[in-house]
């Protein structure tokens, strides 16, 4: 709506970041490092903290895409499932059927083994990945993350990455399960851009959709900081509302007590 006003090939702030437009801000660079270490060490389980809207998911998505190995690559994003319900839908995508309800949880066990082992013996190295696993129960955690983790104990031939993605209190409730607490070798956390690193990441976007002059005020691009606290999804849909307020009132820049003016409607929906 507003792309042609600002002379722009396209709109710069989306509200899905694709992988390739994955801002590499430190800590997310720090973040991929590590879980690529868990994985190339097959040091089993990893964590990956961080609050909503920093890319965590995004950042699961740029390591499945780099890394061609990584298969199969099971994302499960259903912590509200019951255990049964999770263990299912796990071995779904692992042994890549699309039904498995008429076995029992340890037939379908053996064969996540012998699945594992197949692809271990072909040099593939499969990742699980739990999204939202903060949600998790712990009865979720005992009886269908562990038992996965165990697999690994019983063959060391076995190569596979588990990683829990969820908020910070996620390493509290591992904290508090001394089983599962013993099987986690790394912990990735996810924080917000830095001043710096958001006005490099505001100016990047707008000049990947073709911006050629300075839309947004220094004054703008340090507001924008200071109420999104550097989350990138805030970051989005500040600077999106912005540009589109800015079309409406035919503004020439976008000036800091314009961001200021539009927190209160935006900010209570991207937290």
Not at 24 to 50: E, M, T
Request: charged content about 20%.
């Amino acid at each position: 709506m507003y792309e042609t006003y600002w002379n722009l090939s396209r709109k710069p702030f989306g509200y899905r970041v694709a992988v390739d437009d994955l801002y590499r801000s430190k800590a997310v660079q720090s973040a991929a490092l590590r879980l690529r270490y868990c994985i190339d060490n097959n040091a089993g389980a990893a964590l990956l903290l961080g609050a909503s809207g920093l890319g965590k998911s995004s950042l699961v998505q740029l390591l499945k895409a780099d890394g061609t190995e990584l298969r199969p690559f099971v994302h499960v994003a259903f912590p509200r499932l019951s255990p049964s319900e999770l263990t299912r839908a796990v071995a779904c995508e692992l042994l890549q059927q699309d039904n498995v309800e008429d076995l029992p949880t340890d037939v379908l066990l053996v064969k996540q083994y012998n699945c594992l082992l197949k692809h271990a013996k072909q040099g593939n190295h499969p990742v699980i990945v739990f999204d939202e696993a903060h949600l998790l129960s712990n009865d979720t955690l005992d009886e269908v993350v562990l038992p996965l983790l165990n697999l690994a104990d019983t063959d060391y031939g076995l190569q596979f990455s588990v990683i829990l993605v969820g908020q910070a209190v996620l390493g509290s409730h591992i904290a508090r399960n001394a089983q599962l607490r013993e099987r986690i070798a790394v912990t990735a956390t996810m924080h917000g851009l830095s001043e710096n690193e958001t006005a490099d990441y505001i100016r990047t976007r707008l000049a990947d959709a073709g911006c050629e002059r300075e839309i947004f005020t220094d004054e703008a691009i340090s507001a924008v900081m200071n109420l999104s606290g550097g989350n990138p999804r805030r970051i989005n849909r500040l600077c999106d509302m912005a540009l589109l307020v800015g079309y409406s009132d035919q503004a020439q820049r976008i000036e800091g007590t314009d961001i200021e003016a539009l927190a209160t409607e935006i900010l209570p929906a991207a937290a």
